[in-house]
């Protein structure tokens, strides 16, 4: 009992003495993330897991700035043609949600921008990024793990 309190009176003492606080927490957004299940809407429900290179993969890495915004990477395969760009996004205030945006070349050149949210540590998008989806689905990788080979498209029934 004695150590305890030996221990609690030296952290009293620091905390007194002026001792920084600990850096806050990386905003849950950061981080790199990979595209592992696209949803589409059809007549019968089922799942199948796709090559990359016959459909659309993307990899985003993303970094909170000062002052909130998000500054970011893209990279991705439409049908085996790569395409990397900027992504630009930002916390949408109050919502728990995030618009980000990219400049996209496949398969039309277009400014592409999403909703995005966090459900546990799982990122879901909305459609801009593949075209005919309804959502998409990313987990969090680290920034140098391999590329997969397929990736799951989920159909919902109407």
Do not use: N
Request: proline share 11%.
């Amino acid at each position: 009992m004695l150590q305890l309190s030996a221990l609690l009176t030296a952290l009293l003492c620091g905390a007194l003495q002026g001792a920084p606080p600990p850096p806050p927490p990386p905003p849950p957004i950061d981080g790199t993330w990979e595209l592992t299940r696209i949803f589409r809407s059809g007549a019968a429900r089922t799942w199948r897991a796709v090559p990359i290179d016959s459909s659309v993969y993307l990899r985003l890495t993303l970094k909170t700035m000062p002052g909130e915004w998000i500054d970011g990477r893209l990279y991705r395969r439409y049908h085996g043609r790569e395409e990397r760009g900027k992504i630009e996004a930002g916390p949408l205030r109050g919502t728990g949600r995030y618009i980000i945006g990219a400049d996209l070349e496949y398969p039309v050149s277009q400014k592409a921008r999403t909703a995005a949210w966090l459900v546990g540590d799982t990122l879901r998008l909305g459609t801009p990024f593949v075209p005919d989806a309804d959502s998409l689905e990313l987990r969090r990788v680290t920034t140098d793990a391999p590329y997969p080979t397929t990736v799951l498209e989920v159909v919902t029934g109407r």
